[in-house]
């Protein structure tokens, strides 16, 4: 596998990030690879300026760093697991959406989590996933960005079909790189229904396609 920035402007790359999101990803990646390496890895990535400056834990855009930033945090992750980029990615993606599911209001509040939990397990995943999407849009709203996330019922999956991805945002590969997210939905939807699932990145933005695509079985793992 080898990722390589796209020649051609990504608008993508433009889209702001979220500050608390932008910290979680910088403190699982410390956690991850410890403080030294991360600083080398900010370094070589042209992200000094994150080095000791973690963005502030608030659920807001930022003005300061953008989607670019945090692709160009992921894929320096892939790339310094290489072999095992894919599971530790996972792992990533799954340390850094814990603090936001911990702030629990972030997807959902406390009061719907529970009454989710009387639902079939389809309908909970979907909950989820919709979840996701409309507090996305609902962040997105005030700089009229539409954050194009899409939920399909695909028979025995969901797909959640994201447009404008953050994991690979300005970046060209040959195969799907945004296990990031897989983490983060995994993460999502054991926090609410104690299980895991299969979850499958089949497009990816990264190999040319129009969106990320992620499939989510409906059943849980045995
Ligand atoms: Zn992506």
Known sequence: MNITNKLALDPVTQVPQIDAYMRYALIAAEEMVGK?????????NGMQRFISNYPPDKIK?????????????CTALIEFYGEAGKDESIRFGRI????????QGVFFNVASRTAIKFLPLSLQIKTVLESIKNDLEKLYKEIDHDVSVSIEDRGDKWAYIDRSCALCAGKETDVPICWGWVGTLSESLNWLTGKEFEIDQVECRAMGEKACVWEICKTAKK
């Open 96 to 103: 850094a959406t814990k603090p936001a599911l911990a702030k």
């Open 61 to 73: 855009l930022s003005t300061d760093f953008t989607h670019k930033d945090y692709a160009n945090l």
């Open 36 to 44: 030294q390496a991360l600083e080398i890895m900010l370094h070589k």
